[in-house]
């Protein structure tokens, strides 16, 4: 087997837990890993044995050896980031979220098009087995017609907080309504008919409480709320004309077990899958797989959706910026 080189860009907390995957996976090699200062390279290199680590980010684009990098540095960031690896004829996998506006992420898909080169939004959701279960369960009508999606995703914060701190993470618009709004909208469509947002602001004019919600031509909705909150708080509930499905008690965006049950509660189709190793590996698994096939998109991830998505998230932004 022939192994996928990767460069790792950003040695931050999430670069961390990729590599922790990344390691234990057969067909990858964390070849190179770059960072501001060589110091920080140096350091997280050690730790996952690789073979360079580099100062800047230029250097690592540059290195002939890497196959793919993986961009795990601030959103405010990727935009630049991403244009740089392209430029340098590398295929990217992008933290999400992907870019901070669609016209960035259109500018960047033509240019993987045209340089014939691998591009991949790292929404890890998106690839996991209990995900594409509950897609297929779509698909084949289990659900009967959806009517509603309710979701809510609010971390535990203080003051002190990333998202409050560092204007550069994106606020909680970017970073944690997007779980929310991508499962929406695999389910329901990426074109509600009209779109509702409100925002609270705190600290640096940071966004820290999002409520959205989409409404549709044929009568179903989304209701979908956000934030920094005192305790940590998850749930996805689905209602369908035929089939219900709640997750409460597992994060619905790295759920490895799925119940669909009817209007009776009595279960329709159970699926359990638990993670190889963290639940990072699927994207990981399928940006290779993709780079093997000579493939510039994943199915799972098409960049259209990345696009659409980043759309909804700049017209929820416009909505609330006006009554902020």
């Known amino acids: 087997m022939q192994k996928i080189r990767w460069g790792i860009m950003g040695t931050g907390r999430i670069a961390g837990i990729f590599c922790d995957m990344l390691k234990e996976l057969e067909q990858a090699e964390i070849y190179a890993v770059a960072s501001r200062s060589v110091e920080k390279a140096s350091a997280f290199g050690g730790k996952y044995h690789a073979v360079k680590c580099y100062g800047s980010y230029e250097e690592l684009v540059a290195d002939t050896q890497v196959d793919i990098i993986y961009v795990a540095t601030p959103i405010a960031c990727h935009y630049d980031n991403v244009k740089l690896c392209l430029n340098g004829g590398k295929h990217v996998l992008c933290e999400k979220a992907f870019t901070q506006s669609a016209a960035e992420a259109r500018e960047l898909y033509a240019l993987s098009q045209e340089k014939q080169l691998f591009l991949m939004e790292a929404l890890w959701t998106k690839c996991q087995p ?92 989304a209701a979908l709320t956000s934030g920094l909150s005192q305790e940590r708080q998850i749930s996805l509930y689905v209602q369908g004309t035929r089939g219900r499905l709640l997750f409460q008690e597992e994060s619905f965006f790295q759920a490895r077990k799925a119940v669909l049950v009817d209007w009776s509660n009595q279960p329709i189709e159970e699926f359990e899958a638990p993670f190889m ?6 994207e990981a698994i399928e940006a290779m797989q993709c780079i093997s096939q000579h493939k510039t998109q994943s199915e799972l991830i098409p960049m259209e959706d990345t696009i659409a998505v980043l759309e909804l998230l700049e017209q929820c932004k416009a909505k609330w910026e006006k009554n902020c």
């Open 130 to 221: 209990v995900f594409r279960k509950i897609m297929e369960w779509k698909r084949d009508g289990k659900f009967g017609e959806i009517q509603a999606v309710d979701a809510r995703f609010y971390t535990s914060a203080t003051k002190e907080h990333r998202l409050i701190k560092n204007r550069s993470q994106g606020g909680v618009l970017f970073d944690l309504a997007i779980y929310p709004l991508m499962y929406a909208c695999a389910l329901l469509g990426y074109d509600p008919q009209n779109i509702h947002a409100i925002a609270v602001k705190g600290g640096d004019d940071i966004d820290i409480v999002e409520s959205i919600q989409l409404q549709y031509a044929n009568g179903s909705f």
């Open 277 to 282: 190793i963290n639940g990072y590996e699927y």
